[in-house]
C-alpha cells in the first residue's frame, strides 16, 4: 500500500481512493476499540514520530518488524519531519494488516488545526496537489483510542492527567469521535506535562495543564496503575523518569526536526512485565526536499 501511494504521487483521484479506502478499513477496526484500549504484553512502547520515515524505518529494524514485534505508538506521526504521509500511511497500514498487534493512539498533533500550522497540510498539498488525502486521514484520526492500559498496570497515553478524570472509566466514557477541543479532559490527556512542582499548574503550552507528583501517585493508586508511560516532550537520552519513576516520557524521533541532536528510544515490556529501554541515533541521512515554508519553533 504504502509502495503505491509513494507512485501515485501526481495521480490525485488514483491517490486519494486508495487513501479512503485504507482509511475506510482502519476506521472499522478503530471503532471497535477502547478509549482505554486494553494492551497485552510484550509489547514495545513508542513515543513522538513527526514525520521521520527513515527513523521509523531504523525503530522497527531495531525493535523488531510488526508483525513479529507487538507495537504501542502514543501519538504524534505527522508534522515537523518531511514524511508525514509516509509515516503515517505505514502505520495505518500495519493496523489494518495486523490489527492486535499494533496499537496507535492520538496525539496532540492527530488534529486538523495543529496540522494545518506544522507541516502536514502543506506537505499533502505538495505531494498531491489537493488537500483530500490531508482531510481523509484526519477524519481518521478521530476514531484513534485516546490512551492504552498494559496489563491493567501500565497507563499510556501522549500527554499527561487531567484535574476532570479520576478513573479510568472517566475516560471510557468520553465521545473521542471529534476534533481535539481546546479544552477539557480530551484535551488534557494529549496535552498535558508532568512537572516537579507539586499541584496542577497552568500549561506554558496554551493547552492541558502541568500536573505534579502528588496527581501522579493519586491517579496511579485510584487506579492500581504501576506506571503512567507517554510521550509529548523532547528529551535528549530518548526517555526520562519523572515523580519517583511513576512517570516516564518516551521520544522515538532521534535529531528531532533534524537539528535538536537528541537520542530516540523506546520501551519494551518483556512477559514477564519487566521493561528495558532501547535507545538508538538518526537512521543515516539522505537528500532531504526543499521546503520553503519553515514551520514555527514551537514544540508541541
Known amino acids: 500500500m504504502l509502495s503505491q501511494l509513494i507512485a501515485a504521487r501526481g495521480e490525485g483521484p488514483s491517490c486519494s481512493r486508495k487513501v479512503r479506502a485504507l482509511c475506510e478499513k482502519a476506521k472499522e477496526i478503530l471503532m471497535e476499540e477502547s478509549n482505554v484500549q486494553p494492551v497485552r504484553s510484550p509489547v514495545t512502547i513508542c513515543g513522538d514520530i513527526h514525520g521521520q520515515f527513515h527513523d521509523l524505518a531504523e525503530l522497527f529494524r531495531i525493535g523488531g518488524k510488526c508483525p513479529d514485534t507487538n507495537y504501542l505508538f502514543m501519538g504524534d506521526y505527522v508534522d515537523r519531519g518531511y514524511y508525514s504521509v509516509e509515516t503515517v500511511t505505514l502505520l495505518v497500514s ?19 488545526q495543529i496540522t494545518q500550522v506544522y507541516g502536514f497540510y502543506d506537505e499533502c498539498l505538495r505531494k498531491y496537489g489537493n488537500a483530500t488525502v490531508w482531510k481523509t486521514f484526519t477524519d481518521l484520526f478521530d476514531y484513534f483510542p485516546l490512551t492504552a492500559l498494559v496489563e491493567s498496570e501500565i497507563f ?11 478513573t479510568l472509566d472517566n475516560i471510557r466514557n468520553f465521545d473521542r469521535t471529534q476534533e481535539v477541543p481546546h479544552e477539557g479532559p480530551m484535551c488534557d490527556l ?28 493519586q491517579f496511579n493508586h485510584t487506579n492500581n496503575l504501576r506506571l503512567i508511560a507517554r510521550a509529548h516532550q523532547l528529551v535528549m537520552e530518548g526517555f526520562n523518569w519523572a515523580h519517583e519513576q511513576k512517570v516516564v516520557t518516551i521520544f522515538s524521533a532521534p535529531n528531532y526536526c533534524y537539528r535538536c ?18 535507545q538508538f541515533e538518526p537512521a543515516p541521512r539522505r537528500g532531504e526536499p526543499d521546503v520553503t515554508r519553515r514551520t514555527p519553533d514551537y514544540f508541541l
Open 94 to 112: 500495519l493496523k489494518v494488516r495486523y490489527p492486535q498487534r499494533i496499537t496507535i493512539l492520538r496525539g496532540n498533533h492527530e488534529s486538523r
Open 156 to 166: 499510556c497515553l501522549h500527554g499527561g492527567l487531567s484535574p476532570s478524570i479520576e
Open 190 to 217: 494529549l496535552w498535558s506535562d508532568p512537572d516537579d512542582r507539586c499541584g496542577w499548574g497552568i500549561s506554558p503550552r496554551g493547552a492541558g495543564y502541568t500536573f505534579g507528583q502528588d496527581i501522579s501517585e
Open 261 to 278: 541532536g537528541n537520542m530516540a528510544s523506546i520501551l519494551e515490556v518483556d512477559d514477564c512485565r519487566e521493561h528495558t529501554f532501547i
